[in-house]
């Protein structure tokens, strides 16, 4: 990302989020990709050519070669199809794929946590599973946010259970889901609260879930301060969308992690609510600048410019969010 003359305050903040994640010992590009996929790309119709999708990606420290094989490898689990035209190629969310990260929005841009049935989502492995088998299933299900009640019992307070699956099977778990058994259980006290607290207890760290949330407050704050209410301070539109990217994949990274727990579940002052407000408030700033790089920017094979939908306006339960 070009550093301009006199570094702003916001910027500053951003370059230093950009460098802590080229730092790490291996950029997760697949994660990367998905965030850029269901940010940018999902609300302009699922569609974009390999080139811009290479420029996007390179601005986040992502190069050409490492683009090409995460696209390759996402084609090949059915999230994306290869569409050639003429010497170029577009890529586009499949069917499933759309799907995916459909769902993924849903929670990512919610204005709120979702209700809750006072059911719990339970996933019980059973039959005989390498313990290799188990650790995979393990991890996998808890960066969905499920909790872990045994080494055999999984518990989630609102997951779609069909989406935890097709997950899976896009994770490559596909062979071994038969081992999982899907339940659903009433809230078995009379009193309501207690029992559901002590299954809280047991499941899930919140300490560790509040610290990543706390991390993120510090890390975007700023940006509240320093970026105005139509995203233009001292950020040119490719430093706002590069912020805007960022902001959504550390944000979409915790949400992996978090239950969704009901209020009556959660510590008082949970920080995971004022975080969704921050994101709330710093993606409707950016959002404007970043919008319009991506007009001069995203293109499909044709040279076309996929424009924005109606899944913008809807982020966050912002009215008019372009006009912000």
Same mark, same amino acid.
């Given at each position: 990302?070009?550093?301009?003359t006199t570094l702003s305050?916001?910027?500053?903040?951003?370059?230093?989020?950009?460098?802590?994640?080229?730092?790490?010992?291996?950029?997760?590009?697949?994660?990367?990709?998905? *965030?850029?996929?269901?940010?940018?790309?999902?609300?302009?119709?699922?569609?974009?050519?390999?080139?811009?999708?290479?420029?996007?990606?390179?601005?986040?420290? #992502?190069?050409?070669?490492?683009?090409? *094989?995460?696209?390759?490898?996402?084609?090949?689990?059915?999230?994306?199809?290869?569409?050639?035209?003429?010497?170029?190629?577009?890529?586009?969310?499949?069917?499933?794929?759309?799907?995916?990260?459909?769902?993924?929005?849903?929670?990512?841009?919610?204005?709120?946590?979702?209700?809750?049935?006072?059911?719990?989502?339970?996933?019980?492995?059973?039959?005989?599973?390498?313990?290799?088998?188990?650790?995979?299933?393990?991890?996998?299900?808890?960066?969905?946010?499920?909790?872990?009640?045994?080494?055999? *019992?999984?518990?989630?307070?609102?997951?779609?259970?069909?989406?935890?699956?097709?997950?899976?099977?896009?994770?490559?778990?596909?062979?071994?889901?038969?081992?999982?058994?899907?339940?659903?259980?009433?809230? +078995?006290?009379?009193?309501?609260?207690?029992?559901?607290?002590?299954?809280?207890?047991?499941?899930?760290?919140?300490?560790?879930?509040?610290?990543?949330?706390?991390?993120?407050?510090?890390?975007?704050?700023?940006?509240?301060?320093?970026?105005?209410?139509?995203?233009?301070?001292?950020?040119?539109?490719?430093?706002?969308?590069?912020?805007?990217?960022?902001?959504?994949?550390?944000?979409?990274?915790?949400l992996l992690r978090d +239950?969704?727990?009901?209020? #009556?579940?959660? +510590?008082?002052?949970?920080?995971?609510?004022?975080?969704?407000?921050?994101?709330?408030? #710093?993606?409707?700033?950016?959002?404007?600048?970043?919008?319009?790089?991506?007009?001069?920017?995203?293109?499909?094979?044709?040279?076309? #410019?996929?424009?924005?939908?109606?899944?913008?306006?809807?982020?966050?339960?912002?009215?008019?969010?372009?006009?912000?």
């Open positions: 990302m070009p550093t301009p305050p916001a910027f500053s903040l951003i370059q230093h989020r950009l460098d802590e994640l080229q730092q790490q010992n291996r950029i997760q590009a697949g994660s990367l990709m998905a *965030t850029v996929l269901g940010d940018a790309v999902l609300p302009r119709g699922g569609r974009v050519w390999l080139g811009s999708l290479i420029g996007l990606m390179e601005l986040l420290g #992502v190069n050409e070669r490492l683009v090409r *094989t995460t696209a390759f490898r996402l084609t090949k689990d059915d999230w994306l199809l290869n569409e050639i035209e003429g010497r170029r190629s577009n890529y586009s969310l499949t069917t499933v794929g759309r799907r995916r990260f459909d769902d993924a929005a849903r929670h990512i841009y919610a204005a709120h946590a979702p209700s809750w049935d006072k059911r719990w989502r339970l996933i019980n492995m059973v039959g005989e599973l390498s313990t290799r088998q188990r650790e995979r299933l393990r991890r996998a299900l808890v960066w969905q946010g499920f909790g872990e009640l045994s080494s055999h *019992t999984y518990i989630h307070p609102t997951a779609d259970l069909q989406t935890c699956f097709d997950a899976l099977h896009a994770e490559g778990l596909a062979s071994v889901v038969g081992n999982l058994l899907p339940l659903l259980a009433a809230n +078995p006290s009379l009193q309501g609260s207690a029992s559901d607290s002590d299954l809280v207890r047991r499941a899930w760290d919140l300490d560790e879930l509040s610290q990543g949330y706390g991390a993120f407050l510090v890390g975007y704050q700023p940006l509240v301060e320093h970026v105005n209410g139509d995203g233009t301070e001292a950020l040119s539109g490719e430093q706002a969308f590069v912020g805007r990217i960022l902001l959504i994949h550390d944000f979409r990274r915790l +239950p969704e727990l009901p209020a #009556v579940l959660l +510590p008082p002052n949970w920080s995971g609510h004022a975080a969704r407000n921050l994101c709330r408030e #710093v993606y409707a700033r950016l959002l404007p600048a970043s919008e319009a790089y991506l007009d001069e920017h995203l293109r499909l094979a044709n040279g076309d #410019v996929p424009m924005a939908s109606a899944l913008i306006q809807e982020r966050f339960g912002l009215a008019n969010p372009l006009e912000a």
